[in-house]
């Protein structure tokens, strides 16, 4: 029976998942999504949101998509967008762009890399968040990499100290919910032993007292529905526990990579 109820929440959640998503990509921009995809130097077949909702069998505006995309690329291939591009630390992506101009993006991209790359900069760009994609310069690297792994430093025990505390959060309403759904079984339990008393009683009733057969197919027609609104409490439990033990797992697994990477910080 465990088993069965386990299933059933399982196709339960993808079912659920699958709905969601769908009403995401429906209710998505997909202009301003293409737009974006540009804007941070991707093609859209490697774009998770479009990837996802195409697996769903989603509606995509794909005119849309495609007519936002060709207006991020134009704004990406600007000497302006290059520049702040390597100011920002991020790698340019020259294949999203053509013709003559490219050697004025490339020069314009390597004065923001500069500029990144300053040893002034390094902490900040540490504690930004983002992880150094290897392009400073050969002569600017090494004093630019002392800054940056001291904001790193600072950025990922901040971040150890952030997940640490979902986690105590996370483990507040696990609790809870396991406490519930104790007490939402157990109340399950009590209505299958009164169907089953009444179902007993019932089968010893005599066909003739078809007043008290009446009254017993009463009481058990309400059990009936009193169970369905326990079982589907019971599966909605089940799937809420689940899906925090799933961001539990995750945010553990976050902090054990954080970890990790505080010896190469020293």
Request: with cysteine; net charge positive.
């Amino acid at each position: 029976m465990k088993r069965v109820l386990m299933a059933m929440v399982a196709l339960n959640l993808v079912a659920c998942a699958s709905y969601f998503k769908r009403k995401e990509c429906e209710s998505t921009n997909w202009f301003e999504h293409g737009k974006s995809v540009a804007l941070r130097g991707e093609w859209l077949n490697s774009d998770q949101l479009v990837n996802e909702c195409r697996k769903v069998d989603a509606d995509i505006q794909e005119s849309q998509l495609d007519q936002g995309f060709k207006n991020g690329m134009q704004r990406y291939c600007t000497p302006d967008n290059s520049y702040k591009t390597g100011k920002d630390g991020d790698l340019f992506s020259r294949d999203l762009c053509e013709g003559p101009e490219i050697s004025v993006l490339l020069q314009s991209y390597r004065r923001g890399v500069t500029d990144y790359c300053a040893k002034t900069n390094g902490q900040n760009a540490g504690a930004s968040g983002k992880k150094y994609q290897n392009i400073c310069p050969k002569e600017l690297e090494p004093g630019f990499l002392v800054e940056y792994r001291k904001g790193r430093k600072k950025y990922v025990q901040a971040m150890i100290s952030n997940r640490e505390d979902d986690i105590r959060d996370i483990d507040g309403k696990l609790s809870n919910k396991r406490n519930q759904l104790n007490f939402t079984q157990m109340r399950l339990n009590n209505l299958e032993s009164q169907k089953s008393s009444l179902q007993a009683q019932k089968n010893f009733t005599p066909a003739s007292n078809t007043s008290q057969i009446g009254y017993l197919d009463g009481r058990i027609t309400a059990l009936d529905h009193d169970l369905t609104a326990a079982r589907n409490e019971v599966y909605s439990q089940q799937g809420e526990i689940s899906t925090l033990e799933k961001t539990r797992s995750t945010k553990m697994e976050e902090i054990a990579n954080f970890k990790a990477e505080i010896p190469g910080l020293d």
